[in-house]
């Protein structure tokens, strides 16, 4: 392998490894959670319906869904707790439960198709970095080479023999 391989190997490797830590730092990032707390309310709904559909919500913002959506599932969240008729407030579940899911899929779906397009870019954009650093490079060493060619040999006098 000659020097100019691998060089071109060492660019491209450098930049790949670069541009895979710019996406990992991306993709490690995760929402806020809301700021909004959920009160207990004053009817004894089923605990069981209501920790599965904050459940559902929690694992829809973990996902990434927007927090404008999220903060609309826990403002329904509060009015179901809230709700003196235990059949309203079931039904107000089953209806956040279905978005929270809806949200969840979708943003889920999102940020996998985020994550297939920055890793099938990531060795694009290396290579086309390794292609431009080596033409731009090129013209600087063939004016190295050419002007070690055009060099002229000559004789070294010694201080004798001047």
Not at 7 to 22: C, E, K, N, V
Not at 25 to 40: D, E, G, L, M, R
Not at 132 to 142: A, I, Q, S, T
Request: aromatic residues 8%; positive net charge.
């Amino acid at each position: 392998m000659n020097p100019k391989q691998r060089r071109s190997i060492i660019i491209y490797l450098i930049t790949g490894a670069f541009i895979i830590s710019l996406a990992w730092a991306n993709f490690s990032y995760t929402s806020a959670s809301t700021s909004q707390n959920i009160v207990p309310g004053t009817v004894n709904i089923t605990d069981q319906k209501f920790k599965d559909t904050f459940a559902t919500v929690r694992e829809a913002e973990a996902t990434g869904a927007e927090s404008a959506q999220i903060k609309d599932l826990v403002d329904k969240l509060n009015l179901a707790l809230n709700l003196t008729d235990e059949a309203e407030a079931t039904a107000i579940l089953d209806q956040v439960k279905a978005e929270a899911s809806q949200l969840r899929d979708a943003a889920s779906q999102a940020s996998f198709y985020k994550k297939i397009f920055v890793f099938v870019m990531v060795p694009v954009a290396a290579l086309i970095v390794t292609i431009c650093v080596h033409y731009g490079l090129k013209p600087h060493y063939k004016n190295k080479v050419e002007q070690t060619m055009k060099m002229k040999i000559k004789e070294k006098r010694d201080a004798q023999d001047v």
